[in-house]
Protein backbone atom coordinates (compact mmCIF):
# COMPACT_ATOMS: atom_id res chain seq x y z
CA UNK A 1 0.00 0.00 0.00
CA UNK A 2 1.10 3.25 -0.99
CA UNK A 3 1.66 6.10 1.38
CA UNK A 4 -1.20 7.63 0.08
CA UNK A 5 -3.11 5.03 0.69
CA UNK A 6 -2.14 4.59 4.43
CA UNK A 7 -3.42 8.70 4.71
CA UNK A 8 -6.52 7.79 3.14
CA UNK A 9 -7.27 4.48 5.38
CA UNK A 10 -6.25 6.80 8.08
CA UNK A 11 -8.13 9.76 7.65
CA UNK A 12 -11.26 7.93 6.33
CA UNK A 13 -12.03 5.15 8.72
CA UNK A 14 -14.06 6.82 10.91
CA UNK A 15 -16.35 7.79 8.18
CA UNK A 16 -16.25 8.13 4.19
CA UNK A 17 -18.80 10.39 1.77
CA UNK A 18 -21.23 8.47 -0.44
CA UNK A 19 -19.85 8.50 -4.35
CA UNK A 20 -22.40 10.57 -6.18
CA UNK A 21 -23.25 7.38 -8.50
CA UNK A 22 -24.47 5.74 -5.21
CA UNK A 23 -26.89 8.13 -4.11
CA UNK A 24 -30.07 7.54 -6.11
CA UNK A 25 -29.55 3.60 -5.33
CA UNK A 26 -29.31 4.32 -1.88
CA UNK A 27 -32.25 6.78 -1.54
CA UNK A 28 -34.33 4.20 -3.29
CA UNK A 29 -33.40 1.50 -0.63
CA UNK A 30 -34.20 3.84 1.87
CA UNK A 31 -37.45 4.35 0.87
CA UNK A 32 -38.21 0.81 1.27
CA UNK A 33 -37.18 -0.58 -2.50
CA UNK A 34 -35.13 -3.54 -2.98
CA UNK A 35 -31.80 -3.10 -3.43
CA UNK A 36 -30.36 -3.59 -6.90
CA UNK A 37 -27.86 -6.28 -7.53
CA UNK A 38 -24.74 -6.66 -10.04
CA UNK A 39 -24.89 -10.64 -11.06
CA UNK A 40 -22.96 -12.71 -12.57
CA UNK A 41 -23.32 -16.53 -13.77
CA UNK A 42 -21.19 -18.72 -15.71
CA UNK A 43 -19.78 -22.57 -15.84
CA UNK A 44 -16.84 -24.17 -15.36
CA UNK A 45 -16.18 -27.85 -17.18
CA UNK A 46 -13.02 -29.52 -16.35
CA UNK A 47 -9.99 -30.68 -13.63
CA UNK A 48 -10.89 -27.85 -11.55
CA UNK A 49 -9.59 -27.73 -7.74
CA UNK A 50 -12.98 -26.68 -5.95
CA UNK A 51 -11.32 -25.81 -2.64
CA UNK A 52 -8.35 -24.19 -4.50
CA UNK A 53 -11.03 -22.03 -6.35
CA UNK A 54 -12.59 -20.99 -3.20
CA UNK A 55 -9.80 -20.40 -1.31
CA UNK A 56 -8.65 -18.23 -4.43
CA UNK A 57 -12.16 -16.10 -4.29
CA UNK A 58 -11.93 -15.58 -0.62
CA UNK A 59 -8.18 -14.43 -0.83
CA UNK A 60 -9.69 -12.21 -3.87
CA UNK A 61 -12.59 -10.53 -1.77
CA UNK A 62 -10.22 -9.73 0.89
CA UNK A 63 -8.15 -7.46 -0.96
CA UNK A 64 -10.71 -5.08 -2.60
CA UNK A 65 -11.76 -2.24 0.06
CA UNK A 66 -15.03 -1.48 -0.92
CA UNK A 67 -16.26 -5.18 -0.13
CA UNK A 68 -15.18 -3.88 3.85
CA UNK A 69 -17.51 -0.82 3.60
CA UNK A 70 -20.53 -0.43 5.70
CA UNK A 71 -23.01 2.00 5.02
CA UNK A 72 -23.80 4.37 8.12
CA UNK A 73 -27.05 3.46 10.31
CA UNK A 74 -29.93 5.50 11.13
CA UNK A 75 -29.42 8.63 13.10
CA UNK A 76 -25.79 9.11 11.44
CA UNK A 77 -24.74 11.47 8.60
CA UNK A 78 -25.19 9.08 5.62
CA UNK A 79 -21.93 7.13 4.32
CA UNK A 80 -19.44 4.73 4.69
CA UNK A 81 -17.46 3.30 7.20
CA UNK A 82 -14.47 0.56 7.04
CA UNK A 83 -15.29 -3.15 8.20
CA UNK A 84 -11.86 -5.10 9.51
CA UNK A 85 -12.69 -7.83 6.92
CA UNK A 86 -14.71 -8.09 4.08
CA UNK A 87 -18.09 -8.17 4.23
CA UNK A 88 -18.58 -11.11 1.67
CA UNK A 89 -18.84 -14.79 1.65
CA UNK A 90 -18.04 -17.95 -0.27
CA UNK A 91 -20.30 -20.47 -0.24
CA UNK A 92 -19.88 -24.15 -1.77
CA UNK A 93 -22.66 -26.48 -2.12
CA UNK A 94 -22.74 -30.32 -3.99
CA UNK A 95 -25.99 -30.57 -6.24
CA UNK A 96 -24.90 -33.35 -8.05
CA UNK A 97 -27.65 -35.71 -7.01
CA UNK A 98 -30.75 -32.69 -7.47
CA UNK A 99 -31.22 -33.61 -11.24
CA UNK A 100 -31.10 -29.72 -12.33
CA UNK A 101 -30.79 -30.41 -16.01
CA UNK A 102 -33.21 -30.55 -18.54
CA UNK A 103 -32.85 -32.22 -22.20
CA UNK A 104 -29.49 -30.80 -21.79
CA UNK A 105 -30.23 -27.72 -20.22
CA UNK A 106 -31.08 -26.03 -16.89
CA UNK A 107 -34.06 -26.92 -15.49
CA UNK A 108 -36.88 -24.74 -14.68
CA UNK A 109 -36.02 -25.08 -10.63
CA UNK A 110 -32.39 -24.67 -11.02
CA UNK A 111 -32.75 -21.83 -12.60
CA UNK A 112 -35.23 -20.28 -10.10
CA UNK A 113 -32.92 -21.09 -7.50
CA UNK A 114 -30.38 -18.96 -9.46
CA UNK A 115 -32.63 -16.11 -9.84
CA UNK A 116 -33.24 -16.21 -6.11
CA UNK A 117 -29.84 -15.78 -5.70
CA UNK A 118 -29.80 -12.93 -7.89
CA UNK A 119 -32.58 -11.25 -6.62
CA UNK A 120 -31.26 -11.92 -2.53
CA UNK A 121 -31.22 -8.70 -0.45
CA UNK A 122 -28.00 -7.56 0.03
CA UNK A 123 -27.98 -5.12 3.33
CA UNK A 124 -25.75 -2.42 3.34
CA UNK A 125 -25.31 -1.90 7.04
CA UNK A 126 -25.67 -5.74 8.49
CA UNK A 127 -24.18 -7.56 5.54
CA UNK A 128 -23.27 -9.29 3.77
CA UNK A 129 -23.03 -7.10 0.90
CA UNK A 130 -22.12 -10.10 -1.52
CA UNK A 131 -22.02 -13.76 -1.60
CA UNK A 132 -20.33 -16.15 -4.25
CA UNK A 133 -22.01 -19.97 -4.89
CA UNK A 134 -19.86 -22.56 -5.97
CA UNK A 135 -22.56 -25.07 -7.12
CA UNK A 136 -21.08 -28.47 -7.92
CA UNK A 137 -23.54 -29.88 -10.42
CA UNK A 138 -21.32 -32.93 -12.34
CA UNK A 139 -18.33 -34.99 -11.81
CA UNK A 140 -16.94 -32.30 -13.73
CA UNK A 141 -18.47 -29.37 -13.97
CA UNK A 142 -19.88 -26.43 -11.79
CA UNK A 143 -21.97 -23.59 -12.19
CA UNK A 144 -20.49 -20.10 -10.08
CA UNK A 145 -22.67 -17.47 -9.10
CA UNK A 146 -21.48 -13.89 -7.59
CA UNK A 147 -24.06 -11.71 -6.47
CA UNK A 148 -22.72 -8.02 -5.16
CA UNK A 149 -24.85 -4.91 -3.75
CA UNK A 150 -24.84 -2.87 -7.15
CA UNK A 151 -23.63 0.21 -5.38
CA UNK A 152 -20.43 -0.73 -4.44
CA UNK A 153 -19.71 -3.32 -7.64
CA UNK A 154 -20.63 -3.08 -11.18
CA UNK A 155 -19.14 -4.93 -14.41
CA UNK A 156 -15.80 -3.33 -13.76
CA UNK A 157 -15.77 -4.58 -10.63
CA UNK A 158 -16.86 -7.87 -11.56
CA UNK A 159 -14.19 -8.02 -14.37
CA UNK A 160 -11.04 -6.96 -12.10
CA UNK A 161 -12.60 -9.84 -9.34
CA UNK A 162 -12.31 -12.61 -12.36
CA UNK A 163 -8.67 -11.62 -13.24
CA UNK A 164 -7.39 -11.81 -9.15
CA UNK A 165 -9.59 -14.92 -8.98
CA UNK A 166 -7.72 -16.63 -12.11
CA UNK A 167 -4.44 -15.06 -10.95
CA UNK A 168 -4.37 -16.60 -7.55
CA UNK A 169 -5.97 -19.61 -8.80
CA UNK A 170 -2.65 -20.17 -11.22
CA UNK A 171 0.01 -18.60 -9.19
CA UNK A 172 -1.27 -18.30 -5.21
CA UNK A 173 1.98 -17.12 -3.87
CA UNK A 174 1.92 -14.23 -6.13
CA UNK A 175 1.34 -10.79 -4.34
CA UNK A 176 -1.70 -9.14 -5.17
CA UNK A 177 -2.45 -5.17 -5.90
CA UNK A 178 -5.86 -3.57 -6.08
CA UNK A 179 -7.10 -0.64 -6.58
CA UNK A 180 -8.37 1.20 -3.25
CA UNK A 181 -11.83 2.43 -3.69
CA UNK A 182 -11.43 4.05 -0.27
CA UNK A 183 -8.84 6.32 -1.91
CA UNK A 184 -11.22 7.16 -4.80
CA UNK A 185 -13.84 8.24 -2.37
CA UNK A 186 -11.75 10.66 -0.67
CA UNK A 187 -10.48 12.04 -4.32
CA UNK A 188 -14.40 12.43 -4.58
CA UNK A 189 -14.88 14.41 -1.30
CA UNK A 190 -12.10 17.01 -2.59
CA UNK A 191 -13.91 17.73 -5.61
CA UNK A 192 -17.99 16.75 -5.08
CA UNK A 193 -19.39 19.89 -6.61
CA UNK A 194 -17.56 18.88 -10.20
CA UNK A 195 -18.72 15.33 -9.52
CA UNK A 196 -21.76 15.62 -8.97
CA UNK A 197 -22.01 18.67 -11.68
CA UNK A 198 -20.60 15.52 -14.15
CA UNK A 199 -22.82 12.88 -13.14
CA UNK A 200 -25.61 15.06 -13.70
CA UNK A 201 -24.61 16.05 -17.14
CA UNK A 202 -24.42 12.49 -17.83
CA UNK A 203 -27.52 11.69 -17.29
CA UNK A 204 -29.50 14.64 -18.39
CA UNK A 205 -33.05 14.09 -19.53
CA UNK A 206 -32.77 10.41 -17.50
CA UNK A 207 -35.92 9.34 -15.51
CA UNK A 208 -34.62 6.78 -13.05
CA UNK A 209 -36.89 3.45 -12.85
CA UNK A 210 -35.55 1.73 -9.23
CA UNK A 211 -38.67 -0.12 -9.41
CA UNK A 212 -38.61 -3.09 -11.43
CA UNK A 213 -42.03 -3.80 -13.04
CA UNK A 214 -44.65 -6.28 -11.73
CA UNK A 215 -43.31 -9.78 -12.79
CA UNK A 216 -39.93 -9.11 -13.31
CA UNK A 217 -36.28 -8.69 -11.31
CA UNK A 218 -34.66 -6.38 -10.63
CA UNK A 219 -30.95 -8.34 -11.02
CA UNK A 220 -31.66 -10.66 -14.17
CA UNK A 221 -29.12 -13.22 -14.77
CA UNK A 222 -26.79 -13.14 -17.34
CA UNK A 223 -25.41 -16.33 -18.51
CA UNK A 224 -21.40 -16.33 -19.64
CA UNK A 225 -20.47 -19.67 -21.06
Given at each position: MSEHERSVYSKRREWMPLHPAQTGLIAAKSQGHRGVNCTCVYRISGELDEGRLAQSY???????????????GPGQPVGWRQADA??????????????????GQPGA?????????????????????GLVEILRVAANEWIITETFAHALADDHSLALLHEAVAGLYGDPARPRRYPSYISMLAKVSRSQPATVEHWRRGFDGY???????HGHSTSPVTWEL
Open positions: ERALAGFDALRLVLTPRTRVRRTDLRWEHIWERAFLARLQRHSDRDLDLTAGPIEPSPVAP
